[in-house]
């Protein structure tokens, strides 16, 4: 078999024991690591059509894998008005003037990004951006990505004139006391509404966002993703960008399964287990639990502050525990959307019964779960259920001292129980990284310093919140590595460096193990490697 590509001069960092391997060189072959070894003997391996590059040093990790990503969704959402910067109200106006001000007459003006910390308390509605998008149709995603602010003119072009009933039960046109729309729409089943009235961009113009966002992932140091949806076209993207050779990651796709899905639909799911390309797969299904704490959609043990985040995503939650039995018998793997206590614990409960009633069968997932109480930590690795986890979202959208929405609407003791993720490890759990992207940013070393440091990413001399919730680096880097092929049941092939596994390898300017997590996030990515072939090498290489 041709070797493809050797790597020379190298650190091989091996993320299960923390340690430098031995050997300094590799070579590739059949997407595969085919050989360790020095120098010299890796080299007699080259032929005429081998890449061969020195690394001077460099470090080799595994390839870094994003444990829960959606980049379909995320490649539209992203293009227009970036509001992420934006800390208060008047400076969120300023943004809409200026886009206002170059907008072509009639145009839809888009957003994303959106901070409910910029109402400091006050509701979230559209009213303080009236007299800005006065006859501008405009849609505005808060960064949460369940929920956005409609202008007035865009909630009359789509007809949206007073509340609504929905299958998804956290779903809701927020209206006020007279029943007229505030403009804040939650869930994508409201949001839905509006956005189905507005312009979209051709195909061809999706597909090619899509294809520039996962170059510059590719860029990052990712070499993989779990994707947390297949809505719309998005097999069909992915099907052709592998087959013209553009899909610079390799992706596990988890299709949605709704409420209201029958047995049809359910018989549909597991029919679509496995396809895929040379790049990627269906594997899993993406369930619903809850919305968010800061929406006031989560379902959480006692309400919030404002009496809500009271209810089950699902209307009925025992039909979610149906599914999951059906889906679990049918050796399925299941990531479930889970960010308040009881919808924590309503999944636990449901894997638990599923494995009574069909034995062990597949792994499954919880994600996000931002607060649980003590007495769910251990549950985790008693079930062997995987805790997929985005500390970057603790960083950037909640504070040490809990002024923010988050905080505030749950209230302590609960605002204290932040993104365990020392807990959930230190009980046992399997904890995988990622970054939720487009909610935070995606690039892996700043989503394992946020492990680690827990600081606001914007402003690192700001306080950690939560500190005791820190991940150490190997810990961290595990998270993206060993332990996100673990939630594929793909560690036989993946997550090491070893002979036979994927040649999937992330190569980086300086130790991830050694420098300081403040820092981490700024080292150099040098290579990224997919099935033994560049995505990205830095002009230094």
Not at 127 to 150: E, I, K, R, T
Not at 232 to 245: C, H, P, V
Not at 350 to 375: F, L
Not at 404 to 419: I, K
Request: include cysteine; aromatic fraction near 4%.
């Amino acid at each position: 078999m041709r070797t493809s590509l050797i790597l020379l001069s190298a650190r091989l960092l091996d993320p299960a024991t923390g340690a430098v391997l031995p050997q300094t060189a590799l070579a590739a072959a059949g997407g595969r690591i085919a050989a360790l070894g020095d120098d010299r003997e890796i080299r007699a391996l080259a032929d005429a059509s081998t890449t061969v590059i020195d690394l001077g040093g460099a470090v080799v990790t595994p390839g870094l894998v994003d444990g829960h990503i959606h980049p379909v969704t995320g490649a539209e959402l992203t293009h227009g008005l970036d509001l992420s910067g934006c800390g208060d109200l008047d400076q969120v106006r300023g943004a809409l003037a200026a886009a206002v001000r170059d907008l072509p007459r009639g145009a839809w003006l888009h957003g994303w990004g959106l901070d409910p910390n910029v109402f400091a308390g006050r509701p979230v509605e559209v009213a303080p951006f009236d007299a800005v998008l006065a006859g501008v149709p405009a849609l505005l995603l808060l960064f949460d990505a369940h929920s956005m602010l409609a202008s007035r003119r865009a909630l009359e072009l789509a007809g949206v004139d007073g509340p609504r009933t929905f299958d998804q039960a956290t779903a809701e046109v927020v209206c006020d006391a007279d029943g007229r729309p505030t403009g804040l729409l939650l869930e994508d089943a409201a949001c839905d509404l509006v956005e189905r009235v507005a312009p979209r961009p051709t195909r061809e113009e999706r597909r090619d966002r899509l294809a520039a966002a996962l170059g510059a992932m590719a860029a990052s140091g990712l070499t993989g993703g779990h994707v947390m949806d297949a809505n719309g076209d998005s097999l069909a993207f992915f099907t052709e960008l592998d087959e013209a050779g553009r899909l610079p990651l390799r992706l596990r796709v988890a299709p949605w399964c709704q409420p209201g899905t029958d047995a049809e639909g359910l018989r549909a799911l597991v029919a679509r287990q496995g396809v895929g390309g040379r790049l990627w797969r269906t594997a899993g299904v993406k369930i619903f639990m809850d919305g968010t704490v800061d929406n006031g959609t989560a379902w959480l043990e006692q309400p919030d502050c404002h009496g809500e985040s009271r209810h089950a995503f699902w209307p009925d939650p025992e039909e979610y525990t149906r599914v999951i039995g059906v889906l679990h018998r049918a050796g399925v793997p299941t990531a479930t959307h889970a960010i308040g206590d009881a919808a924590v614990r309503h999944v636990l409960d449901a894997v638990e019964k599923a494995r009574a009633e069909g034995g062990p069968g597949p792994r499954h997932r919880v994600e996000h779960i931002e607060t649980v109480p003590d007495d769910t930590l251990r549950r985790f690795a008693d079930l062997g259920v995987v805790a997929s986890m985005q500390p970057t979202h603790c960083c950037d959208f909640t504070r040490a001292d809990h002024t923010d929405n988050w905080s505030r609407r749950l209230g302590e003791p609960r605002a204290s129980r932040a993104w365990r993720c020392r807990d959930l490890h230190d009980s046992g759990a399997v904890v995988v990284l990622g970054s939720d992207w487009p909610i935070a940013p995606y690039p892996p070393l700043g989503v394992m310093a946020g492990a680690r440091h827990r600081r606001p990413t914007r402003d690192l001399s700001r306080a950690p919140h939560g500190p005791e919730q820190a991940l150490t680096a190997v810990e961290a880097l595990r998270g993206m590595t060993v332990n996100a092929a673990y939630a594929a049941g793909e560690e036989h092939e993946a997550g090491r460096i070893a002979v036979g596994h994927r040649a999937d390898l992330t190569v980086l300017g300086a130790d991830p193990l050694t420098v300081a997590s403040t820092e981490l996030a700024d080292v150099p990515v040098l290579l990224t490697v997919l099935d033994g072939e560049p995505t990205h090498r830095a002009a230094s290489l």
